[in-house]
């Protein structure tokens, strides 16, 4: 083989290691966001993931307890079963007044 032939083969060899990593690497965080669900309005102030409306940014953002258009992840099925003093919670975002 001669040099070029080599260092291709070892380039090649490395790039499809490295993609091979990356793919296990994230693997486990797709498993993870498919386990859970996005429930409205059951995180309390400052304690949200994402998504708190007008004037916030993202997680950690909301400005009441139990905003309606904040949400935080929860184990997917368990959304409805999680009490608030308005209900439970919603897998879409809800109408309260803030």
């Known amino acids: 083989m001669t040099k070029i032939s080599v260092f291709t083969t070892k380039a090649v060899t490395f790039a499809a290691s490295l993609a091979t990593?990356?793919?296990i690497l994230s693997s486990p965080t797709l498993?993870?966001?498919e386990a859970k669900e996005k429930c409205w309005g059951i995180a309390l102030k400052g304690h949200n993931d994402c998504a708190a409306g007008a004037g916030t940014t993202c997680a950690g953002t909301s400005k009441v307890d139990y905003?309606?258009?904040s949400w935080k992840l929860v184990p997917k099925g368990?959304?409805?079963t999680i009490s608030t003093p308005?209900?439970?919670g919603s897998l879409d975002p809800v109408k309260r007044p803030v």
């Open 31 to 33: 498993a993870a966001d």
């Open 21 to 23: 990593a990356l793919a």
């Open 86 to 88: 308005f209900g439970p």
């Open 78 to 80: 368990t959304c409805m």
């Open 67 to 69: 905003q309606g258009n």
